[in-house]
Each structure stands twice: as C-alpha cells, then as structure tokens.
C-alpha cells in the first residue's frame, strides 16, 4: 500500500496539530500525522515513522497485533531505507524495522524471508561495531535461530560460538549469561558435537555455583544445572561424571532443605528449571551414547522444534496417545509399560513447561502428573527391574525438581534421595 503522494498546507497543519494536541492520541492517528511530516521532513520525521509503525503492528503493553501487522512491518522496513545512509540514526532504525518485520514473516511460515532478514541485521551490526574492534553480538543469537530453522546446525553452532566469546569476558551480568549458554548448549549438541555440548553444560554449572558460592545467584540454579548436567551426561553415558553431578546436587539441596536460600531473589528461578526441563526433554534418553541422530533443532528461535515442543498441540497428542496406551499396558505390560512410561514422561515434562509460563500456581497444576509418572515408574520397576529401577530414577528426580522449583526443599530432598538409592549412589 502506497501512503506517499501530494500533500497541500491544510494536510500539514492537521499532521502537527495531532502531535501537538494535549491528550492520548491513538497509534493509527500517530502513523497517519508522521507519514504526511516525513514527505515534508524527512530527516526528522522518517525515524519516528518507522518506530511509529511498528508499535501500531504489535502493542507489547496489551499483546495484541494489528490485522495488517506484516504489511505494517513491511513499510517499516521501507520507510527506514529511505533515511539517507548518512543519517547516524539509519542503523539503528533499519535494525529494530528489520527485526519485526522477520518476526511476522517467522510467525506466518516464510522462513527463507525471515533468514535473509536475519542476514541482513547481522551485517548492519558488523558494519557498526566490525571497524572499532568491538565483538559483534547484536543480531548473532537471531542469525542462530534462523539457521537452526532452515537445519544449518553446524552454522547456528558456529554462530553460537562467536557469541559466547563476545560474551564471555562480561562474566554472568546477574544470570543473563547462564541463558546464552543453555542456547549454546543446544546449538552444540544440535550440531552433533557433543563433547562440547558437555564442556559448555560444565561451565555454566561451574559458573552458577561461583555465583551461588559468592551470593550473586540463586543456589537453586546451581542446584537445577547440576541435575541438567547430570542428565545429559547419562544421555552420552558418561556415567561416573554424572554420578558425581549429583552427589554435588545432594549437596546443595541438603543445605537448601536445612535453611533454605541464603537471601531472596526474584523469580526468574522458575524459568531457569523449565528451560533445563526443555533441553532434557526435546533430546530425551532414548539415543545410544554419541550415536549420530538427526538434530532436534534446539536453537534459541520461537519457531525452532525447542518452541515446538513446548507447544500446546505436541502436548494434546502425547496426552491421546498415553490415554489410548494405558489400557494396552495394563494388559501386557511386556508389551506397553516401559513405552507408556516414557510417553508420560515426556507429557508431564512438556505440561510442566507450559504450566510454568502461564500460571504461578504450576507446581499445584502439574504435580498430579508427576506423582502418577512415579507410579507408573515404580510398576515398572516391579515388572522390570533392569529398565524400571533407572526409569523410576528419573521420574523421582523430575518430581524432585518440580519441588524445588516451587521451594518445598524438603519434599524434594527426600525425592533425590530416592532416586540416588535406585541408582545404587551414596544418599
């Protein structure tokens, strides 16, 4: 849609008058009186038009999005390449219209759009910081995403790479850190290079309990990163290293049951478990240690297979295939009961992610599923000790963690005991 053309003196005196107007003015009239200004200003009026566009595309303060919000953010784009290039603020503006506009393409399936995108606002950041000797890392996570998206692994790994060394040096910056590195983590592993999926789990373990050691994070992250360490050290059989993980993790959560956090945080804690919960999740523990397997895409992107699995529809159709498996299990349980173990699993892990990002109450809302996971688990166990003893391992260990999550320390200490006594570990 073509918004420039003639405009006379009675247009520009309007355009002025809703800008000056005391009074809230709305975000289509603001549009309307910057598109008329820019044809007249452009050097003072086409930024505001940009910036202008792209809040009537998508309100943040109420999470509603415009019907036309991808043309919007077309012409966002648009009006910001018509700032002449010597305009300092260019880069900046054509940024930020760049980025919304790949949003709405990645939100309506145009994905190779959305990469170009992605190249393009990784360039615009080169070409700023490149020359001063700064690390690139705006527009390196986006450019990550979108190669993850379009199953570049090794490039989203390499990308990922470039921006924890730009990072890095900064130290944690109060937890910002510790998400990158669950994003590097996943690229790595994506990537097929699982050695260093490890390396990296161990450093920010490491860098989580300095921080909690120094009463700079919570005890609580270090606690949900040991168990995640732990984890994906028994994904790659590495065994012993994940058994030391979790006496660490006894440890810190025998402390935590005795007194408790040693200062009050907000609670960004809750996030940090179920972004762990996600990574566990999305690879899962059905693989064969280092055994090449294609790639869950686990980048840090809103469409990426991390996002997908987290959705609502994967978790309908786990939850019709554990009800339709349940009656076949209890009937030959040789057959079924180890596969509906791992279904379940798998459910409650997805619902308790999803609960976590929508109600405070989560803990209430998903331990059902979790305490019926151990059930299931223990008549496992019963039926099959070999297979059933390390799947109730698990299942009390994920019980154990939605305890912590919700701070009833003590609850979840008697369920990690538990689990180390399964495994045949000290307790």
């Known amino acids: 849609m073509d918004h420039w053309g003639k405009v006379d003196q009675d247009d520009i005196v309007r355009a002025r008058n809703v800008l000056l107007a005391s009074g809230?003015?709305?975000?289509?009239?603001?549009?309307?009186?910057?598109?008329?200004?820019?044809?007249?200003?452009?050097?003072?009026?086409?930024?505001?038009l940009a910036g202008a566009l792209r809040r009537l595309a998508y309100d943040a303060g109420s999470g509603t999005r415009h019907a036309c919000a991808l043309e919007l953010c077309e012409e966002a784009v648009a009006v910001a390449r018509r700032i002449d290039p010597a305009e300092p603020?260019?880069?900046?503006?054509?940024?930020?219209a760049l980025d919304g506009y790949r949003g709405e393409l990645y939100?309506?399936?145009?994905?190779?759009?959305?990469?170009?995108l992605c190249a393009e606002m990784l360039d615009i950041s080169r070409a700023r910081t490149g020359p001063a000797g700064v690390p690139v890392v705006k527009g390196l996570r986006e450019w990550a995403a979108g190669l993850s998206e379009a199953g570049r692994y090794a490039e989203a790994a390499d990308a990922m790479d470039e921006l924890v060394a730009a990072l890095l040096p900064d130290g944690p910056r109060s937890g910002a850190l510790a998400w990158t590195l669950l994003d590097w983590i996943a690229a790595l592993h994506d990537a097929?290079?699982?050695g260093e999926a490890l390396?990296?789990?161990?450093k920010l373990v490491t860098m989580e309990?300095?921080?909690a050691a120094a009463d700079r994070g919570p005890m609580v992250c270090h606690l949900h990163a040991l168990i995640g360490y732990a984890r994906l050290l028994d994904t790659h059989g590495r065994d012993e290293r994940a058994a030391l993980a979790r006496q660490e993790a006894l440890a810190v959560l025998g402390e935590l049951a005795e007194t408790g956090e040693r200062k009050t945080w907000s609670g960004y804690q809750r996030s940090f478990w179920a972004e762990l919960l996600t990574l566990s999740g999305a690879y899962g523990d059905e693989s064969a240690p280092d055994e090449p397997r294609t790639p869950s895409g686990l980048a840090p992107m809103r469409g990426s297979p991390r996002a997908r699995w987290r959705h609502a529809d994967s978790r309908l159709a786990l939850r019709a295939e554990v009800d339709a498996l349940a009656p076949r299990a209890a009937e030959d349980p040789d057959r079924h009961l180890a596969e509906l173990v791992r279904l379940h699993r798998s459910l409650t892990l997805r619902t308790a992610v999803h609960q976590e990002k929508r109600t405070r109450l989560f803990?209430?809302?998903?331990r059902p599923l979790f305490d019926e996971g151990v059930d299931l688990a223990r008549r496992?166990?019963?039926?099959?000790?070999?297979?059933?003893?390390?799947a109730l391992a698990r299942t009390l260990t994920d019980r154990s963690g939605l305890h912590a999550a919700a701070h009833d320390f003590g609850p979840a200490l008697d369920d990690f005991r538990q689990a180390l006594t399964h495994l045949g570990e000290p307790a």
């Open 24 to 48: 809230r003015r709305t975000p289509g009239e603001e549009v309307d009186a910057y598109r008329v200004l820019a044809q007249v200003s452009p050097a003072s009026y086409l930024p505001l």
């Open 89 to 96: 603020a260019r880069a900046d503006v054509l940024y930020r």
């Open 107 to 116: 939100r309506l399936g145009r994905n190779a759009e959305g990469l170009a």
């Open 192 to 194: 097929g290079r699982f």
């Open 199 to 202: 390396a990296a789990f161990e």
């Open 209 to 211: 309990a300095a921080e």
């Open 363 to 366: 803990a209430e809302e998903a």
């Open 380 to 390: 496992l166990s019963r039926h099959d000790p070999a297979e059933g003893t390390r």
